[in-house]
């Protein structure tokens, strides 16, 4: 790259001046351009790629979608993927679908693709999509995405290949909509799901803004790049002279470039960044970020989770490395595991062997692989491979006859490892009637199914399905009968007030007649009154016993229904803790709850590394805050019950999430914006913080 290039991306804020500036400045030859952005990657530096990959495009001069390989993550946190992918050369179906593969990326990042990968293969590749795309769409949409944008994104991807699995698969995904609201929400989802197909048909200098956006500062909190000292003390440098006479202006210049680390600048933590590595800033690193991190230079505490992270995002090229360069050692042994399953998953033999090379502890192998790395390893000899499965199948029955399945599950979880997924189906559905982890097995099935690119539902669910109570169900018909048993009490009571006045009506009647005379008078018209008056009573006294007949059968029923969950609830009750009965201080930030709401469907908007910190909460505490989300957008009136704007900032409310977190959200007329979800005793600060920035 160009000195002048690269000093003038070094100052530059993105704008379509600057964009022009760096198209000028690009290298006339096609090839030097490609190796220049092809640099920009391997250095890892977002802002280099975005630019000059924005500057390329917009001048129409060709990018090779074979930098989406090493590059996605990059051009994912640029946020202009779509615009850019769309717009390169060569097959950019292919190259998206292989990173999945080859790279764990976010949920969300991983469904973009897949719909960017849709719509490339309908608008340039002849609607022929790569085989790999289907299965990777449905074993993403196996997990909870309702209410996430990924949601929408497997929805397009279902749309432009008209897969019924997938959106069966996606359905299931709020079992509360009927077939005519689904249908009607695949229409409103309709036009968000085209946005990504139209990016490609505008112009990409018109999404470029015309003046760069103003940011004083983003991220965590800053701390002081040079130690506080006062003006008139002497200087640290050991000169002499008064810190304002000799070192201010040049401290003062490095305060300016302070980051999180106390001592430290920007520049210096991105030139160097493991000696200050945490657990914690490495969850919340990009890909491209743990890449180039040399683990000879990372603090050894921190290397498991650093080695746990490269296992995660399939970076095993990068692990092995690390391992080779620091040596093997039993603390990286679920690293080592989880690599291990990734290389015989691919059938990567050569990495596998490095990674049995590197392993010289006499610690056994975790029984769920050792079946798959023998196979692996024997895979130029079937028939040995035959005799490795056979043995570990007749082990695993004379295992089954003693009263135990543990066996025959390590030998299902090893063939689901290997290059005999479908082996591993026949065990897992056999394993399906009697094993006491049945979700497991269930994940696992899907998963070798998605793999193979079948059927999305097993035969077999459909028969467990008629054998096994389904608490989803028993849930929802829980909640129907409280709410017909609420409208037949409010039945009830309104019959009683309309008999009570009628009998009061009548008392008066009686006492209003003012001789005999006048009673006899007017005896025809009272007579019919009172007939009438008596009719009426009778039948509403009927009604009143049939309501009350109805309303104990609903009791009865709905005691049942509690029996038949009670024991599903029982585990919760029993790990849920126990809720404050004193004031909540927190009430003291919130106005008084607001009447029935009547909201509109919405698209979630989260904020950056939510994915992490719901990684990092407890999974009963992330499902329920997923679960309100989903309802919030969806127009759910039970999700807002509880819901409360803030004092000091009324377009912001709070939702409780179980008794110890608290969810913070903006809505707007289409989109529900998550702020944060933090735990109740730093509401406070989290609160003050918003108002303090209003």
């Avoid at 002048?4 to 400045?25: C, G, P, Y």
């Avoid at 491979?385 to 599950?409: H, K, M």
Wanted: glycine share 4%; charged share 30%; with cysteine.
């Amino acid at each position: 790259m160009k000195p002048e290039l690269h000093e003038f991306l070094q100052q530059a804020s993105l704008d379509q001046q600057t964009i022009k500036r760096v198209a000028e400045l690009l290298p006339p030859d096609d090839p030097e351009l490609d190796r220049c952005i092809e640099e920009a990657i391997e250095n890892g530096s977002i802002k280099q790629v975005e630019y000059l990959t924005l500057a390329a495009l917009v001048s129409e001069r060709p990018v090779d979608a074979r930098h989406l390989a090493k590059g996605l993550s990059l051009f994912d946190s640029t946020k202009w993927l779509p615009e850019i992918a769309l717009r390169m050369r060569g097959d950019v179906a292919k190259v998206l679908v292989e990173s999945m593969d080859e790279i764990e990326f976010d949920k969300n990042t991983q469904a973009r693709a897949l719909c960017i990968a849709a719509v490339w293969c309908v608008e340039h590749g002849g609607g022929v999509f790569p085989g790999r795309l289907i299965p990777m769409a449905r074993r993403l949409a196996r997990h909870e995405v309702a209410g996430t944008v990924g949601f929408v994104y497997l929805l397009s991807v279902a749309v432009y290949t008209k897969d019924q699995g997938l959106l069966s698969i996606l359905k299931k995904q709020l079992p509360t909509l009927n077939d005519e609201q689904w249908k009607g929400f695949l229409e409103f989802a309709l036009p968000v799901m085209t946005l990504v197909g139209a990016v490609g048909a505008n112009s990409l200098m018109d999404g470029i803004p015309v003046e760069a956006d103003s940011l004083l500062a983003q991220g965590s909190t800053m701390r002081r790049a040079v130690v506080r000292v006062g003006r008139n003390e002497p200087c640290p440098c050991g000169s002499g002279r008064k810190y304002k006479q000799c070192c201010f202006e040049k401290d003062q210049e490095r305060l300016h470039h302070s980051s999180d680390v106390q001592g430290v600048t920007q520049e210096e933590l991105e030139l160097s960044p493991e000696p200050f590595l945490t657990s914690a800033r490495l969850r919340t690193m990009e890909i491209h970020q743990l890449g180039r991190l040399d683990p000879t230079k990372i603090p050894a505490t921190v290397l498991p989770a650093y080695f746990e992270r490269l296992a995660f995002h399939k970076l095993l090229d990068r692990l092995i490395e690390g391992f080779e360069q620091v040596g093997y050692s039993d603390n990286f042994s679920d690293a080592w595991d989880t690599a291990v399953m990734n290389v015989t998953t691919r059938g990567e033999k050569t990495l596998l062997q490095r990674l049995l090379k590197l392993r010289t502890s006499q610690t056994p192998l975790h029984q769920a692989i050792s079946l798959a790395i023998d196979l692996l390893l024997s895979e130029d000899d079937p028939g040995k491979c035959l005799e490795l499965i056979e043995s570990a199948v007749i082990s695993a029955f004379r295992d089954q006859d003693n009263g135990s399945l543990d066996y025959l599950t390590r030998v299902a979880s090893s063939l689901s490892f290997s290059r005999f997924p479908a082996l591993a189906i026949a065990i897992w559905r056999t394993l399906l009637p009697f094993s006491d982890r049945s979700a497991e097995c269930w994940l696992m099935l899907y998963a070798l199914r998605d793999r193979l690119n079948l059927a999305p539902e097993d035969p077999l669910a459909r028969v467990i399905e008629k054998l096994t109570p389904n608490d989803e169900e028993e849930a929802i018909a829980l909640n129907r009968t409280r709410r017909q048993l609420e409208a037949e009490r409010a039945k009830f009571r309104q019959a009683q007030e309309i008999i009570q006045q009628m009998q009061k009506e009548n008392k008066r009647r009686h006492k209003a007649s003012p001789s005999q005379q006048q009673a006899a008078a007017d005896s025809a018209r009272d007579a019919r009154a009172e007939k009438d008056l008596r009719e009426k009573i009778e039948f509403l006294t009927a009604e009143v016993k049939r309501e009350h007949t109805e309303r104990n059968i609903y009791r009865r029923k709905l005691e049942n229904t509690e029996k038949v969950l009670q024991q599903v609830l029982r585990e919760v009750e029993a790990s849920s803790p126990e809720i404050e009965s004193e004031a909540d201080p927190e009430d003291d930030f919130l106005p008084p709850e607001e009447g029935e709401r009547n909201d509109p469907l919405r698209i979630i908007d989260f904020p950056r590394n939510f994915q992490e910190k719901l990684n990092e909460l407890p999974r009963h505490i992330a499902r329920n805050a997923m679960m309100t989300l989903g309802g919030i957008a969806a127009g759910d009136p039970a999700s807002f019950v509880g819901a409360l704007r803030l004092k000091t900032r009324p377009d912001v409310m709070r939702q409780r999430i179980g008794a110890d977190y608290r969810l913070l959200f903006r809505l707007s007329a289409e989109r529900v914006e998550v702020i944060d979800l933090c735990p109740r005793q730093e509401l406070d600060r989290k609160i003050k913080t918003l108002a303090a920035h209003a």
